[in-house]
């Protein structure tokens, strides 16, 4: 009985661990996106903003921040200030954000907003956004 529950245990660990163990495998040989982040506006918000893009971009393990003069494969750009909008005590940032691709094809434009103390939800999101701007390049 106590064997037969020890093969139990090693089957179901093995089946758990098989799609980790090829995903993994598959992940390594994926080479991350080399992106470009831009940014139209020069106020502070905007730049924070454009920062916590980057941040983001630079922690993904899909995407790499372009440091070179090699063309980017997606180019993201904050074509114009941040807007933004006062909620009592808070600030709400309200973006736009264009994907192209390093052609200069135009592969879409997305809105969203955040906290000013969250910017990074919105960079999160601008991400998420990105691996779907990918897909495009590759239909």
Not at 107 to 120: A, N
Request: charged share 20%.
């Amino acid at each position: 009985m106590q064997s037969t529950s020890l093969w139990l245990r090693l089957i179901v660990i093995a089946a758990v661990s098989l799609p980790a163990t090829s995903y993994a495998i598959q992940g390594e040989a994926t080479k991350p996106v080399l992106v470009e982040v831009r940014s139209g506006g020069d106020d502070g918000l905007t730049l924070r903003f454009r920062d916590s893009l980057e941040n983001a971009f630079r922690s993904s393990r899909d995407f790499s921040l372009n440091a070179s003069n090699t063309p980017a494969t997606l180019v993201i750009t904050i074509p114009q200030h941040v807007n933004w909008k006062q909620a009592g005590k808070r600030t709400r940032v309200l973006y736009v954000v264009e994907f192209t691709s390093s052609e200069n094809q135009s592969l879409g434009i997305r809105k969203g907003s955040c906290w000013d103390d969250r910017l990074e939800q919105c960079a999160a999101q601008v991400v998420r956004d990105a691996q779907v701007m990918v897909r495009k390049l590759h239909d």
